[in-house]
């Protein structure tokens, strides 16, 4: 399955399932830009009822913004995301008190889909 596709969002959000979200609301929006299918918009949600990727056009209090390549090598997990932002390749906007004190939380969200990395297509 394509990184970011339908079917990728539903197989993460199967194994997402499985976790306990965060007592208070904590919603990430992501824009990519440059995939093989076009840019992609979504939001990671780690609280307070669900664990989960949302592809509707909800808003977050912050937004992560980075290219396809840094999308893929932060999920293939050869690139720490607080790394890219530090280098300047991943740009954050909003309310970025909103996610301080959860890197734990969103590190074990991408940990959690290890699994899938084996069965992703990259481009």
């Known amino acids: 399955m394509l990184y970011l596709s339908a ?3 539903a197989a993460a959000n199967q194994l997402l399932a499985e976790h306990t979200p965060v007592a208070s609301e904590l919603c990430l ?7 093989p299918a076009g ?14 990727y949302q592809t509707d056009d909800s808003t977050a209090a912050v937004t992560m913004h980075l290219t396809w390549e840094q999308a893929v090598a932060i999920a293939q997990g050869n690139v720490n995301a607080q790394q890219a932002f530090l280098t300047g390749e ?3 906007d909003g309310d970025v008190t909103h996610i301080l004190g959860h890197a734990k ?4 969200f991408q940990d959690a889909l290890a699994p899938l990395r084996e069965n992703t297509r990259w481009r």
């Open 105 to 108: 939380e969103l590190n074990t």
């Open 7 to 9: 079917e990728w969002f």
């Open 39 to 52: 840019n992609c918009d979504y939001r990671m949600v780690l609280g307070p009822d669900v664990v989960g």
């Open 29 to 35: 929006a992501v824009s990519v830009t440059g995939g």
């Open 90 to 92: 991943l740009r954050l």
